[in-house]
Each structure stands twice: as C-alpha cells, then as structure tokens.
Nanobody, 116 residues
Framework: VQLQASGGGLVQAGGSLRLSCTASGNIFNIFSINVMGWYRQAPGNQRELVATITRGGVTNYGDSIKGRFTISRDNAKNTVTLQMNSLKPDDTAVYYC????????WGQGTLVTVSS
C-alpha cells in the first residue's frame, strides 16, 4: 500500500491548511485498513499523534490539537483529510499519514510551517 499525502505548506499563525492522504495499491491490503490518520514530528521531538479515524468514523485526537483540527475520511476513495484551523507556530512539523491494516503503512511526510 502506498500513501500519497498533499496539502502541506507555509501559513501564518491563525490560518488554515488542509492535508489529504490517499491509499493505493493491492486491493486486499487496502480493504484490510481500519484506521487512517496523521502523526507529526517537529525537529528534536518524538513523533506524536495528531488524529486518527476508523473505517466506521470513530475519531481520536491528540490533546494539543483538540478543537482546532478535524479529521474526516472517504472510504470509497481511500482518502483521509485533516482540516487544520487556528494554526500555531507550535504546529510546525512534518506530518505523516498512517494507515493501519494487516500491517502499518506510513506516507513520506509533508511539511507544515506556521509562521508567527
């Protein structure tokens, strides 16, 4: 399974960005995916949970982004989207798409930079 992410970039504090990630590849492996979501890693920090969503729509959010970010999913398109609002400089990180099925799959990462 390959995960292709898009939507990163540079934004001013208080602004918004939308990240998308689409899974492609072996149909059986894609069908096995239950959880999709995003993690992030800032320089010098450990990778941390941003948000995940199950095939049935159950969401889980990291404490630092609750109330500002919203995750959604289109199962028919094998796509997960992260709407990020009220961005802060502390949100600056490389954001990684993840899909959990028969095994864990990771995307290549997309950089989000929030300027103050």
């Amino acid at each position: 399974v390959q995960l292709q992410a898009s939507g990163g970039g540079l934004v001013q504090a208080g602004g918004s960005l939308r990240l998308s990630c689409t899974a492609s590849g072996n149909i059986f492996n894609i069908f096995s995916i239950n959880v999709m979501g995003w993690y992030r890693q800032a320089p010098g920090n450990q990778r941390e949970l941003v948000a995940t969503i199950t095939r049935g729509g159950v969401t889980n959010y990291g404490d630092s982004i609750k109330g500002r970010f919203t995750i959604s999913r289109d199962n028919a398109k094998n796509t997960v989207t992260l709407q990020m609002n009220s961005l802060k400089p502390d949100d600056t990180a490389v954001y990684y798409c993840v899909a959990v099925g028969s095994m864990n799959y990771w995307g290549q990462g997309t950089l989000v930079t929030v300027s103050s």
